[in-house]
Structures are given as C-alpha cells and as structure tokens.
C-alpha cells in the first residue's frame, strides 16, 4: 500500500503538467486574448466617443502598449520558453526599457562623434525603469548588432552600474517578425519586409528574474489587475461552504433512503421516492435554479434572486447574520444536491438489492443472524464499496464548486471565478484555476482508491 501511494503521488507532477501544457498552448491558439481585447476595448470606446483624440483615428493601442502586454504573458516567446517561465524554470525579463538607435532610416546616414551628447545611428539614451537613471547604449558594427561599451551614465567618463542588467540590439527585421507573430502574418514575406523598412535598430536592456509556480506565484490577472492566487483564496471558502454542505445532505439522507427503498422494494415509499429523485435528476441544477430564482424569488419574493449575503449584512448582529446567511443558502443548495440525489440513492439501492439475495446473506440468516444483522453487518458494507470509490472525487466538487450554478445566483465563489476566466480569456487566472482543479481531482482519485481499500479487505495494492 505504501509503495503505491508513493508511485502515485510521484506520477501526480507529471500529470500536472501534461494538463496545464496542453491547455497553456491552446490559450496561445485561440483568439482573443488580452491584444485582443485591448484593442477592441479601444475600438468600441472610440465608437462611443468616450475617448479622446477618436476623431483623429487614434483609437488603436501603440504598438509599444502591445509589446509591453506581450512582455507580460510573455506572448513574445516560444510556446516552451513561456510555459518554463510560468513555471518558474526560466526567467523573466523584467524593467524592461527600449531605446531605438536614431531616426527611423539613419541607418545609411553616416556615423556622428560627438561624444554621445545626441542620439545617433550608433548610440542612444535609456531611462532605466528600476532607478529612472539615463544611460547610453553604444552600437559598434551595425551590421553584427554587437555592442562595444554596455551603457555609459550622461558622458563616458561616468559609467552606471552594469550589475544585473543585460543589453539585446534589435534589428528591423526582427522587430518585423515580432510583428508578423502578433499579427498572424508569418507567411506574408512581403509585408514582412515592408514593415522592416519603417524600422530602426533598437537598443533593449533588462533585467531576469525567477517569477513563476515554483516561486510561489500564479501571476496577475489581465482583466482584475490582482495576483491570482489572492483572487483564489478569497473564492474558495464560499464554495467550500456550498460543497461541505451539499456533501453532508446528500450522503446523509441518499444513503438510509437507499437502504429502505432496497428493503421495502416496490412499495409506496419506494415507488413515490424514485418519481422524485428521478424528477429532480431530469432537470440540470442551473435549470432548476433559473425556475427557482423567477417564482420563488421574483414573483413570491420568498428567498433572495442573487447573492451569498444582503448588502447590510456587516451592519447585523450574530444570529441576524446567521439567518440572512441561511436564507441565501436555500435555493442554491437545493441545486446543488438534487442531481447528486438520485445516483446516490439508486446506487446504494441497487447494491444492496444484489447483496441481500447473495449466497453468503442467505447462509447467515440459516445460521441464525438475524435480518436486521445481515443487512448492517453484512451486506451494507459490501453495498458502500462502490459508493466509497466516489468519496474522494468529492473534494473536487466541495473546493471547485458549480460553475452554473453560482452563474445563476451570481454567488463569487471558485466556479464562478473560473467561469469568469473563461469568457475573459484571462490567461494567468485560467491556468491558476485549472492547476488547482486538476490537482484536487488527481488527489480525489487516489484518496478513492484508499478508501476503496479501507472498506473492501480484498483490495489489495501490492
């Protein structure tokens, strides 16, 4: 059993990152992300006439404002080198500054000495994001791109710190290719070297930094500006709250229904309990919560439309809290359970049917056990094994919550942060939710297959 648990908690990383790299390089195919989103934001509040300067057409982001979004998901970089620096195996370039080394077309100009008190096609000034300090960045042979003396403070006898600071030279062309990737114009050759001509050389400086999982960090939100972890933790005790309740109904009361509708098979209880659950299964708890909302909300005005709490709960006292709490509560647990009701009940029922007209049932009750006996010390434990093999895929359910139905009742819960990532596009809290999602539902598995093991003494993992 120990051996087991151990290979499955060492294959637990690498499926984590199966998952998380398969889904990472989809958000980079599909359209719309935060590019795209910002420049249709542009767009839509020139329309409206809500920026200024729309009437002139300036209504598209610059193309600085894009590289610098770029730098940020690191939408720049190769699928790999991107996901290793989420992960936090490679560094990020960080206070980025750029500089472009004269006038767009100086390149055919001739070289001027004037001890870099101007910008030339040889040299240029970078304010330093970190300290706002001035330095000039020396090109010596425009054609190999190399840089002679790194940066100079205002004159070269007064030279800035280089510690930590890495200098690239950019050519048109790659600027081009920069932008043929964010534009989705690799194939055109021609537009390509079309763009390059309005370039000029660039000098760029950076510093790296490890800023990734392994750090302990998930990134910021593009459409909340929050680090996403802090977003996370402040979603999960509403849906903890929903799926610890949820999960104590429904096994509370799924499982001694089931055991009386197998001992009273085919009597009233029986027959009017299965129309009810089976009525309740046929209709998707979003469903369901929409019906509720409109006539017991709406029209009645017996529970709340929306919410987890009123807007003066602050202002209640304890037991006033409680019961504002409680009346919220109503409607979106009812969601929750009434589709878990009916497997639960129907499977513990059909279980312990099988059971109780098993051989080893009937050799009991000749040998004196009562039917009573037979039933609890017997055929129950045998009828809970393949409830048990569920159990643990319930600590998914009881952190990750309902997406739907938290939409419905607009509760901000973790289901709801992860629908909202999904429609946003929001990158870094897309891949945040997904790793805690994919995590809590391999760690469900393996505690399945322990409690599976605790309950059935035939199992044995050797």
Not at 250 to 262: N, Q, R
Not at 276 to 286: T, W
Not at 308 to 336: E, K, N, R
């Amino acid at each position: 059993m120990k051996t087991y648990i151990i290979r499955r908690l060492l294959l637990m990383p690498l499926t984590l990152l199966g998952v998380t790299f398969l889904v990472f390089c989809i958000t980079r195919f599909v359209p719309g992300g935060p590019i795209e989103q910002m420049m249709q934001q542009q767009s839509m509040s020139a329309l409206s006439g809500q920026k200024a300067g729309s009437q002139r057409g300036d209504n598209n982001l610059s193309e600085a404002d894009m590289e610098r979004l770029e730098e940020q998901y690191s939408l720049q970089e190769p699928i790999i080198t991107a996901y290793l620096q989420w992960l936090g195996v490679l560094p990020k370039k960080i206070f980025i500054s750029r500089e472009e080394f004269g006038e767009i077309g100086g390149a055919g100009e001739e070289d001027k000495e004037d001890e870099y008190s101007g910008i030339s096609d040889t040299h240029t000034r970078i304010n330093l994001n970190e300290t706002g300090e001035q330095v000039v960045v020396v090109r010596q042979d425009k054609d190999s791109g190399s840089v002679k003396d790194a940066f100079f403070s205002g004159t070269p006898s007064r030279k800035a710190s280089s510690e930590g600071w890495t200098v690239d030279i950019e050519s048109p062309m790659d600027r081009a290719e920069r932008w043929a990737r964010r534009m989705r114009q690799t194939d055109n050759t021609e537009a390509v070297r079309d763009k390059a001509r309005g370039y000029a050389w660039r000098a760029v400086m950076y510093k790296t930094s490890f800023d990734g999982l392994l750090q302990g960090t998930m990134g910021n939100s593009f459409k909340y500006n929050e680090p996403v972890w802090d977003m996370i933790k402040e979603r999960i005790p509403v849906s903890l709250y929903f799926g610890i309740l949820s999960a104590i109904i429904t096994y509370s009361v799924c499982i001694p229904l089931g055991v009386v509708k197998a001992i009273r098979h085919k009597s009233m209880v029986d027959n009017i309990s299965s129309v009810l659950i089976f009525l309740g299964y046929s209709v998707p708890g979003f469903a369901l919560g929409a019906v509720l909302v409109v006539y017991l909300g709406a029209r009645l005005e017996w529970f709340p439309l929306c919410g987890l709490t009123s807007p003066d709960f602050a202002d209640m006292g304890f037991w006033q809290q409680a019961g504002d709490l409680l009346h919220h509560t109503v409607l979106p647990l009812i969601c929750y359970v009434v589709s878990s009701f009916a497997i639960t009940t129907m499977m513990m029922k059909n279980n312990l049917m099988d059971n109780l007209s098993a051989d080893y049932i009937r050799t009991a009750m000749a040998k004196g056990v009562s039917f009573r006996g037979a039933v609890i010390k017997h055929a129950f434990r045998n009828s809970f094994i393949p409830i048990a093999s569920t159990l643990g895929s319930l600590i998914s359910l009881i952190v990750a919550g309902s997406m739907l139905v938290e939409k419905v009742f607009d509760i901000q819960g973790f289901g709801m942060l992860s629908y909202q990532a999904l429609m946003d596009k929001d990158y870094a809290l897309i891949m945040g939710t997904l790793l805690l999602t994919s995590f809590l539902m391999v760690l469900g598995n393996l505690l399945s297959d322990i409690i599976v093991a605790a309950v059935d003494p035939r199992i044995k993992f050797e």
